[in-house]
C-alpha cells in the first residue's frame, strides 16, 4: 500500500470502549511483513475450555490459512486456543509454501504459548501471490506470548488493518439470569467485500459458556443476516475468516434458545458489518438497500444485491444524481421476478415511482436533495408477495480506483 489514506468521512467518531472479556488476552508486533514502523501481528491467547466457531469464504482459491482454520474447528477445548493474525501479506496463492508458512507458525505459537498445535488458528490478509516471510512474524513470538494482557483488543484491531482507514470494534453486554455476559470485536475490511460464508477478518469474543455446536449454529445463521447483507464492491477475497470464541469465564450457559444472547450477538455483529461499509475505499456513502413484496425472500435478496452491487447505480450515489432509472434496470435484469406495473421505489420517504411509473407527488428537486445526505436509504417494493431482504453498500467513486490502482506500490 502506497500513500496513507485520509478516513473515511463515514468512520465513527472514535473507537469504542470495549470491556475486558475474561479468559482472553492479546498481544500485538511490528513484525515488518509488508508495512514499516507499524504494528502487523496480532496473538490472542484462549482459556482452557474455549469454544470456537467459525465462517469462511468460499472461493475456489482460498488461502492456506483458511484451508487450516476450516480441518481444526470442532477441535477438543480443554487445552485453550491461540489465534495469530498478520496483516500486509495473505499467504493466499503461494501453492506449498503456503501450507508450510502455516505449520511453521502455528508450530512456533505452540512451542511459545504451550497450546497444542491443533488449537492454533490463523489468518493472514494482504496481498495475493507472495510468499509470506513467516520468519518475521516467528521472530516476534516470544515477546507477543510474554505481553498479552485483557485490555489489549483496540491494539489488536489496529495492528490487523490494510487498506481501512480507521479500526473497527463492537460490543454488548446483556444479562442472562442475572448475571452479566459480555461481547466483544474487532474487524477488518475495506475492498473486496461481498457475501460468502463471510466478509473480510472479523473476530469475536465472549465470555459466555457456550457448547461450539451450538456456537457454530448461531453464528452461521447471524451471518446470514450481518456479514453476508454487506457488499462494497461485489469481490468475494481469497482470506474471509470469521471466528467466534465463547472462553466460559462469566459461568454462565448460554443455550441454542437464548434470544437475549442471539440478540445481543447479533447487534454486534451487524455494527461491525455496517463499520465495514462505512471505511468501503473511496466511500462517501452509506446506503441501506431494502427490498419488500418480493415473490420471495431469496428474490428479495437478488433484486437488492443487484442494486447494491451495480456501478452505474454506485457512482449515481456518488455524484448526488436521483437517477432512479437504473434502480428499476438493476431490478429488470436481476434474474429474480419483477413486475413492471406494479413496481414502487422511494429515497428515503419519497416515494418517487410507482404502479410502474414516476409518482405525480415526486419532483427531481426533492430527490436531488436527498441524495445530498450521507445515509441513504432505498425502499423497493415489488408487489408480488412477502418476500423482504435488506442490504447495506456505499458509493463509488474515484478513490476507490486510486486506493486499487495503488495498492502494491
Known amino acids: 500500500m502506497g500513500k496513507a489514506l485520509a478516513v473515511s468521512p463515514l468512520a465513527p467518531a472514535s473507537f469504542p470502549t470495549l470491556p475486558v472479556i475474561q479468559g482472553v488476552s492479546f498481544a500485538t508486533a511490528a513484525a515488518g ?38 480441518a481444526k474447528l470442532g477441535g477438543d477445548a480443554a487445552p485453550g486456543a491461540a489465534i495469530l ?12 509454501r503456503g501450507v508450510e508458512s ?10 511459545a504459548t504451550g497450546v497444542p498445535q491443533g488449537r492454533v488458528f490463523t489468518s493472514s490478509t494482504g496481498v495475493i501471490g507472495e510468499p509470506l516471510p513467516h520468519d518475521r512474524i516467528i521472530a516476534t513470538l516470544d515477546t507477543l506470548a510474554g505481553a498479552a494482557q485483557p485490555a489489549g483488543l483496540e491494539q489488536a484491531a489496529r495492528a490487523i488493518m490494510t487498506t481501512d482507514t480507521f479500526p473497527k470494534g463492537a460490543c454488548a453486554t446483556v444479562e442472562i439470569g442475572g448475571k452479566p455476559v459480555k461481547i466483544a470485536g474487532i474487524a477488518k475490511g475495506s475492498g473486496m467485500i461481498a457475501p460468502d460464508m463471510a466478509t473480510m477478518l472479523v473476530y469475536i469474543f465472549t465470555d459466555a459458556q457456550v457448547e461450539q455446536p451450538v456456537l457454530q449454529t448461531l453464528l452461521s445463521t447471524l451471518t446470514d443476516r450481518t456479514f453476508n447483507c454487506i457488499t462494497v464492491d461485489s469481490d468475494t477475497s481469497t482470506s474471509d475468516t470469521l471466528l467466534l470464541a465463547a472462553t466460559g469465564a462469566s459461568g454462565v450457559q448460554v443455550g441454542a434458545d437464548d434470544s437475549a444472547f442471539a440478540d445481543a450477538l447479533h447487534g454486534v455483529m451487524l455494527d461491525l458489518a455496517h463499520q465495514v461499509v462505512r471505511d468501503g475505499e473511496g466511500a462517501t456513502k452509506f446506503v441501506e438497500i431494502a427490498v419488500t413484496g418480493a415473490a ?29 432509472g437504473r434502480v428499476v434496470m438493476a431490478i429488470g435484469k436481476s434474474g429474480a421476478a419483477a413486475d413492471r406495473d406494479l413496481l414502487s421505489i422511494r429515497f428515503g420517504t419519497i416515494t418517487v415511482a410507482e404502479n410502474g411509473w414516476v409518482s405525480p407527488t415526486y419532483s427531481e428537486a426533492q430527490g436531488a436533495a436527498y441524495m445530498k445526505g450521507q445515509n441513504l436509504q432505498i425502499g423497493v417494493d415489488l408487489g408480488l408477495g412477502q418476500g423482504q431482504a435488506t442490504v447495506w453498500t456505499c458509493d463509488l467513486t474515484h478513490g476507490y480506483i486510486s486506493i486499487n490502482a495503488d495498492y502494491r506500490s
Not at 85 to 96: L, Q, R, Y
Not at 306 to 323: Q, R
Open 33 to 70: 511483513v509488508k508495512y514499516k514502523d507499524r504494528t502487523d501481528v496480532m496473538l490472542a491467547l484462549l482459556a482452557p475450555g474455549t469454544a470456537i466457531a467459525g465462517v469462511f469464504t468460499r472461493s475456489a482459491t482460498r488461502s492456506a490459512p483458511v484451508l487450516d482454520c476450516q
Open 85 to 96: 493474525v498478520n496483516s500486509g501479506n495473505s499467504n493466499a496463492f503461494t501453492g506449498g
Open 102 to 111: 502455516v505449520q511453521a507458525i502455528t508450530a512456533a505459537v505452540a512451542q
Open 296 to 324: 420471495s425472500n431469496a428474490d428479495a435478496r437478488t433484486h437488492a444485491m443487484a442494486i447494491a452491487n451495480w456501478p452505474l447505480i454506485k457512482t449515481a450515489i456518488a455524484g448526488e444524481d436521483p437517477n432512479w
